[in-house]
């Protein structure tokens, strides 16, 4: 069954410098393209209270997800709203593409107006070599040995050398080596990161 639908008709001169969904790879930027919404995803809160909204468009080429980051609404666009992007970027998450637009980007309405638009290709599919390119990019941990290292480290006191025993080891700073006194607390260290994206 064909995937090729006519919602409404968009002029060749009214496409010339966007780029077809078709087309997109990873880690593009400056992207310009429209297309027409299929489908809204359930929208989503980050830690910081910012609002994402995603959902899938698609022009004469394919369709991809599109994923708006600190929205201000959560019923921005319905199916069926054709929409321009401008100065989007793609990224790739569990080896699915997604077309995304951050602070730098630029989304708005279009009028009605015929438009010839395909759900397939998907470029939102899973792709085994986007993937491996995930992969590559997230840095490998550091070996067992280096852990331990690191993490005896940092809770070995201040001037007590590798391997020196428990009973030879200098008293905590503020307690004199006095009999009976409780030794130092060290408070936990730690600390959590949010990505904040602001159109």
Not at 80 to 85: A, E, F, H, L, R
Request: proline content about 10%; some cysteine; aromatic content about 6%.
């Amino acid at each position: 069954m064909a995937n090729n639908h006519t919602h409404m008709h968009v002029s060749q001169q009214q496409n010339e410098g966007y780029v077809k969904i078709a087309s997109l790879v990873p880690q593009m930027n400056s992207i310009n393209t429209y297309g027409i919404v299929l489908e809204n995803h359930p929208a989503r809160r980050l830690a910081n209270g910012n609002l994402v909204l995603s959902m899938r468009i698609a022009d004469p080429s394919g369709s991809i997800i599109f994923t708006i980051m600190n929205a201000e609404v959560q019923d921005l666009f319905e199916p069926g709203d054709i929409i321009k992007i401008k100065n989007g970027f793609t990224n790739v998450h569990r080896g699915m593409l997604n077309l995304s637009c951050g602070r730098q980007g630029e989304f708005v309405k279009s009028g009605d107006f015929m438009l010839i638009y395909s759900e397939t290709p998907n470029m939102s599919e899973f792709n085994s070599e986007y993937a491996a390119i995930e992969r590559a990019r997230k840095p490998s941990p550091p070996p067992d040995g280096e852990i331990q290292s690191q993490s005896s480290d940092l809770r070995r006191p201040q001037g007590v050398r590798p391997g020196m025993p428990m009973h030879k080891r200098p008293p905590p700073s503020g307690h004199q080596g006095l009999p009976g006194a409780p030794p130092s607390k060290r408070p936990d260290q730690g600390g959590t990161g949010l990505f904040r994206g602001r159109m």
